[in-house]
């Protein structure tokens, strides 16, 4: 009885290598053509949110697309303008997704929005005010405004998107619903 149960054992050890062998290459080819990166930000955006995408965003190429679930009220100038150049010169697409339901792409969020190659929107979210704030007071600085609307103008052209509302959100925080 032992030797039987020895034998079945065996057998079936073998049968699931065989199987296990044959599903590795099927699961290898798919997972190698399927590849999509997920990267999250939450909350404000700074150095370290700046520096979590671009270290993400520098090696895409063995990845079909990049999905980032933003989440943010905004933050700095800076940091976002690093985001955008890496979103810019990722290898693979870029979706920005502003998610979960109720979240929201404010200010840098919004101009991390267009910048992407696809954005999408989960139900009630929203998009817009990306009036400049410098020490914690919206800023009327024509240069940097003027700045600031043809930035939204050029990554709006670039991803067919309608320029006049891009510049709005900066020109008359204008915000935006998903079916908006």
């Known amino acids: 009885m032992k ?3 020895s034998v079945t054992v065996v057998i079936l050890f073998l049968f699931l290598l065989f199987l296990s062998i044959l599903n590795l290459g ?3 080819a798919l997972s190698d053509a399927n590849k999509v990166l997920l990267l ?3 909350g404000n955006i700074g150095p370290s949110v700046a520096e979590y995408v671009r270290t993400y965003l520098e090696d895409t190429e063995h990845f079909e697309a990049v999905i980032i679930a933003i989440d ?3 933050g700095l100038g800076d940091s976002m ?3 955008i150049d890496a979103i810019t010169y990722s290898e693979a697409p870029v979706i920005v997704y502003v998610y979960p ?3 929201q792409a404010l200010s840098a969020g919004t101009y991390i929005l267009m910048a992407s190659s696809l954005a999408a929107m989960a139900p009630y979210t929203i998009i817009g005010s990306a009036q400049p704030v410098v020490n914690g007071v919206p800023s009327n600085d024509t240069k940097l405004i003027n700045f600031l609307v043809e930035k939204m103008h050029t990554l709006a052209r670039l991803h067919g998107r309608n320029e006049t ?3 709005r959100f900066v ?3 204008d915000n935006l619903r998903p079916e908006e």
């Open 3 to 5: 030797s039987k149960i």
């Open 26 to 28: 099927l699961v290898t």
């Open 40 to 42: 999250e930000i939450e």
């Open 72 to 74: 943010t009220y905004g």
């Open 81 to 83: 303008f690093q985001i």
């Open 101 to 103: 339901e109720g979240g």
């Open 165 to 167: 509302q891009a510049a």
């Open 171 to 173: 020109t008359h925080n």
